[in-house]
Every structure is written in C-alpha cells, then in structure tokens.
C-alpha cells in the first residue's frame, strides 16, 4: 500500500542515491491507478484513505482476479476478495496459494499484516441476518 511513510522512504533513497528519480518517476506512474485493460486498480487508495483496495469479483473470469490480485499483492500488504462464489476459488486457488477462503462470507485475502496501534473512529458494519 502506498502510504505517505513510504513516499518519504522513496524520496529519500532518490536523495541518498540509492534510486534513481527515472526508477521513482516509473513506480509513481502506476498512482492513482494501474490500468489492466479489463479493470482499474488503485494503487492510491491507501495513500488517500488508510485502507486498500478491495477486489469485487462477481462478474470477473478467474484469470483476470488472479491477475488483479497479482498486482494488488505488488501494491499493498493486505488484499481482499469479495464476492468470490467457492467454485471460482476452486479454480484460482493454486495461483494464488497466499490467500485463505471463508465460503460462507465468499471472500479470500492474504493473510493479515501485523496490527498497528491507531487512535480515531471505530467503524463497525454489519449485514445480513
């Protein structure tokens, strides 16, 4: 996920020399988003909101979730799939050998990044029965 934290990072390795701005100047080029010729994944998200992207997969072939959530994983820690009935899972699931599934919510992700301390709102949602 781009954050502001690793923005800096970024800027300083352009400073320090360990990266040239022709090599920042190609991984900004996919901000706000990467266009896969199917789908648009933003790549800004995280920056904008705190949260990632998350990958809606009614409607999508296995192939093209296997490869939004190929260059999701390149951008953030965390990826989520929604709406992912069991037989689609079925059919991804060597290719995504990283992801865990919950059939009964229909959604896979990675696992979970290591919790960070925040102050700020709770948001709790809810749905269904």
């Known amino acids: 996920m781009v954050t502001e934290q690793r923005l800096k990072r970024w800027l300083g ?3 320090n020399g360990r990266r ?16 896969l010729g ?9 920056l904008r909101r ?12 296995p192939q093209q979730i296997i490869q939004i959530a190929r260059r999701a994983a390149r951008h953030q820690a965390f990826v989520l799939l929604t709406r992912l009935d069991p037989l689609t899972f079925d059919a991804i699931r060597s290719s995504l050998p990283n992801f865990r599934y919950d059939p009964i919510a229909r959604l896979a992700h990675t696992s979970a990044v290591a919790h960070r301390t ?9 749905g269904g029965t």
């Open 13 to 15: 390795q352009v400073r």
């Open 20 to 35: 040239t701005p022709a090599a920042l100047l190609d991984t900004l080029r996919h901000l706000p988003y990467e266009n």
């Open 38 to 46: 199917f789908a648009r994944l933003d790549t800004h998200r995280g």
């Open 50 to 61: 705190g949260l990632p992207e998350v990958i809606f997969c009614d409607g999508k072939t």
């Open 118 to 126: 925040r102050r700020g709102l709770v948001v709790v949602v809810t």
